[in-house]
């Protein structure tokens, strides 16, 4: 007796938040590594949560529109910070005499936003190869904050989902991520070959704006703007 052969379909390959959540967490260890600012790894696990919030010692937010919605915060104890900057710094060449020592330093909460807004860029940059779809995001400026402060998006997500991925630095030294975003998923409908970039590059073009910068807000001042943005 023949058998009736029954063909297979291909399965379509799906990207989720949480993938979309990895895809962060790779640009955040892979822009650090390749700035010689740190060597950090993330947890394995990820926490869900309802609420996105800054905490001290201090932190970032970016919003982030165009192929979906959502939410980046940043926390670092001072530690971590501090850790962050003068590997980064000495790196550049900087002696470790003429760095600050203080998170609430200028100096500090610059070049941790650069840091910041390069690891966006890679990020943005990698949703542009991998998902064939463009984000835009406001420009990250560090914030000193001595307590909790509720985040939100300003704007109705059908589905929200907000995580939270733990980071250790070199030096054993913790920092938090928190996404916060509409759950969503991307379904591949052909292949494609992603657009490689030269990582270095968007590294180099991070670099020359953070010599050029002649905006430098204190870092114990809450960006006022940015929280007009989120309706505080």
Known sequence: MNKKVVPQTKKSTIVTTDDILVML???????????????VTYSALVQKITKTSLKPDIGSFVLFDGGFTGLVVINFSSAAAIEIYQSYMSNMGIPLAELSSHHTSDDVSN????????????????????????ITQNQPKMLTVNK?????IDTNLDRPQARRVTFTTQQGN??????AMDRTEF???????????????????????????????????VDQDLLDELGL
């Open 148 to 152: 909790q402060l509720l985040i939100s």
């Open 25 to 39: 967490c790779k640009s955040v260890t892979g822009v650090l590594a390749n700035a010689n600012a740190n060597q």
């Open 187 to 221: 379904i591949k409908l052909h292949d494609f070959v992603p657009e490689d970039l030269d990582p270095d590059e968007i590294i180099r073009g991070a670099n020359q704006t953070l010599s050029s910068k002649t905006d430098k807000t204190t870092a114990g001042d």
């Open 111 to 134: 070049v941790m936003g650069e840091l910041l807004n390069q690891i966006l860029g890679d990020f943005t940059g990698m949703v542009g190869r991998e998902l064939q779809t463009s």
């Open 174 to 179: 913790i920092f938090y991520l928190e996404l």
